[in-house]
């Protein structure tokens, strides 16, 4: 089984910064894409950015330039930089991890309130 621990959401004013964390922990699996998805009230949930093993990177097209995701492989931990907060990027963040087995695990969410 294997758990994932998020931190790093709260409160901020448009413009602001925040950092996301997603650790992952268990027995015995290796992690193949890694990737942070956010729904807002009343919206599907939907891709923010994801990273794969080797370090390839997309985004979506609504936080290209302010969001950056990055991963150490060692610590089995993706991270979410989010820059240049606006209201619109109010949501719950949900870290995805994909393991080599191809089985998908989700984090419980953290909660991110831009405020205008």
């Known amino acids: 089984q294997v758990r994932l621990v998020e931190s790093g959401g709260g409160l901020v004013q448009a413009g602001g910064s925040l950092r996301l964390s997603c650790a992952a922990s268990?027995?015995?699996?290796?992690?193949?894409?890694m990737g942070w998805y956010r729904q807002a009230p009343g919206k599907e949930r939907e891709l923010v950015a994801a990273?794969?093993?080797?370090?390839?990177?997309n985004y979506a097209d609504s936080v290209k330039g302010r969001f950056t995701i990055s991963r150490d492989n060692a610590k089995n931990t993706v991270y979410l930089q989010m820059n240049s907060l606006k209201p619109e990027d109010t949501a719950v963040y949900y870290c995805k991890v994909v393991a080599m087995s191809g089985l998908v695990y989700w984090g419980q969410g953290t909660q991110v309130t831009v405020s205008s």
């Open positions: 990273v794969t093993r080797a370090g390839s990177t």
């Open positions: 268990g027995d015995n699996f290796s992690i193949n894409k």
